[in-house]
């Protein structure tokens, strides 16, 4: 019992020390690499570099940490993450297997991809829905739709993606594959009342912080914990909105 009683204060002790150790990590240097590719988003690179800025913000609001963020001609983020001088790395990252045992990552800042866009009264709710439908494409991305996802569609190549448009606004064509930034952008201007946008996305591509596995798991849990609470309410939409942008989440529709 006396040896239980001696224990107690140096056990008190410990746990203090490790508690205050694991507080002091309120810096983090964060890498992002300055080209989204293969996420297009003609012309609105820097309005999700100002979105990413406004999260990391939140958070620094809410947990009293520190970001500095450093833009990087690297593109290889593979190559960032193994950098020690870097906490993480803001990239696009595509979750796999392979990837998940090797890295520890965020949910997603930003969502986006190609999607089906079909006109405002079709009665077409979902991709799963377009069976036999005759779909538009434009030839110059022609490549870039997944091979076997959808062997029943009719693909019909455009030369150009606003021909398309015009058809499946007059109910001339089911739907047609093209750039979920520029659906977006189509959908509130040129063709609004005409179009709606099927979602998801046909491939997904995320931005999300990567981290070496094991380590800087308290970040992603800052981060993920954060993000659940600004998409719950209305800020995370007010935020894409200030920025000029829209996210390919259902969720967040």
């Not at 491939?203 to 993000?227: A, H, P, W, Y």
Request: aromatic letters at 10%.
């Amino acid at each position: 019992m006396k040896k239980l009683l001696f224990l107690l204060p140096i056990l008190a002790l410990a746990l203090l020390l490790f508690s205050c150790g694991k507080a002091e990590k309120k810096n983090y240097v964060i890498a992002r690499v300055s080209s989204w590719d293969p996420l297009d988003l003609y012309g609105s690179e820097q309005s999700l570099n100002g979105l990413l800025d406004d999260i990391l913000q939140q958070i620094t609001d809410q947990y009293g940490v520190k970001f500095q963020v450093i833009t990087s001609q690297h593109q290889n983020y593979q190559q960032l993450i193994e950098d020690k001088g870097f906490d993480g790395v803001l990239t696009t990252f595509e979750v796999t297997p392979i990837t998940a045992r090797k890295f520890g990552y965020s949910d997603p800042f930003f969502v986006s991809g190609p999607v089906v866009a079909v006109n405002s009264l079709s009665r077409f709710r979902s991709v799963s829905d377009l069976k036999n439908a005759e779909i538009g494409v434009d030839r110059n991305v022609f490549y870039s739709i997944p091979e076997g996802q959808n062997p029943d569609w009719i693909l019909r190549p455009y030369d150009s993606v606003f021909t398309a448009l015009d058809k499946v606004a007059t109910s001339g064509l089911d739907g047609v594959i093209l750039n979920f930034v520029i659906a977006s952008r189509l959908s509130r201007g040129l063709y609004a009342g005409k179009l709606r946008i099927l979602l998801p996305p046909l491939i997904t591509f995320t931005v999300r912080l990567v981290v070496r596995k094991g380590e800087d798991s308290e970040l992603i849990e800052m981060i993920n914990s954060e993000l659940e609470r600004l998409k719950e309410g209305d800020l995370y939409d007010k935020m894409l909105a200030y920025w000029g942008l829209e996210n390919a989440l259902p969720a967040n529709r």
